[in-house]
């Protein structure tokens, strides 16, 4: 088995190709709601990218089918927003239900981890705010329960 030098492991790890894919998603996840504003993005989730197709979970049939007819004008203003760097340009958009589940369950699931953390600490009100707050004396934190609570009591 013959070593393989640092310099060329870095070489390939940095090329074009390898990387390409990653940069077309951290790029669209970023400016998503600023593409299909913010109503479509909290019923839509960027998955990936795959060959320069871009992957989409949508909420619903419905949602899927009414992107689909988007799907140009979407394709368009990612493409605009990308600056012309054609490394980053998308030739189709894929919408699909499939990973709409399993996408919320994680992010439900990293906040109910984050939330738990002993260091969590809730974002600090203004000043404003906490001057009222203070006044008031009542609390504002969030009410925070166990990941399994929601799913035991919802009926």
Known sequence: MSLTGLPNILHDIQSPNSWQQRRQY??????????????????????GVYQKNLQVAVSSSVWSQALAFERVRILAK???LSGGDRSL???????????????????????????????????????NHKSNHLKSNKTDAPVLKPHWFQFSHNK
């Open 89 to 127: 340009a998308i030739t189709d958009i894929h919408f699909s239900t499939a990973k709409w589940a399993t996408q919320q369950q994680t992010i439900a699931q990293s906040k109910v981890m984050m939330e738990d953390h002993p260091s969590y600490l809730p974002a600090i009100a203004s000043s």
């Open 26 to 47: 951290l790029f669209i996840l970023e400016k998503w709601s600023d593409i299909v504003g913010d109503l479509v993005a909290k019923q839509t989730c960027p998955m």
């Open 78 to 80: 990612i493409n605009t």
